[in-house]
């Protein structure tokens, strides 16, 4: 079975992006951080951070506005998208992103 599915349960890092396209469809943009433990070379714990790009439409991107701020803890369950363009000087740059199926709000 192929499939394109990721979890990720974490932090609003940053206030929320809204905007409506051409078409009047709802986009959100969250900035959001995942922590992970590592030891380092004296055998200590540390959290390192991964940041995601997520991005949700609609109805969800509606509630996501709604119920989460900078902070909020939110677990995201979606695909990942991998994107290309090229920048101002021609070269090629890559873009990942979450594209969130769903979305809940576990502070609340």
Not at 23 to 37: E, F
Not at 78 to 101: L, M, V, W
Request: no cysteine; net charge positive.
């Amino acid at each position: 079975m192929k499939s394109n599915r990721v979890t990720l349960i974490g932090y609003v890092g940053k206030d929320l992006s809204a905007l409506k396209t051409g078409k009047g469809s709802k986009r959100i943009s969250i900035r959001m951080a995942t922590h992970y433990p590592i030891k380092n070379e004296k055998g200590e714990t540390v959290w390192l951070t991964t940041w995601h790009d997520v991005v949700a439409w609609d109805n969800m991107a509606e509630f996501a506005e709604r119920s989460m701020v900078k902070g909020s803890r939110i677990i995201v369950d979606g695909s990942i998208e991998y994107r290309t363009f090229p920048d101002k000087q021609g070269h090629i740059r890559y873009y990942t992103q979450i594209k969130a199926h769903s979305i809940m709000n576990l502070d609340r």
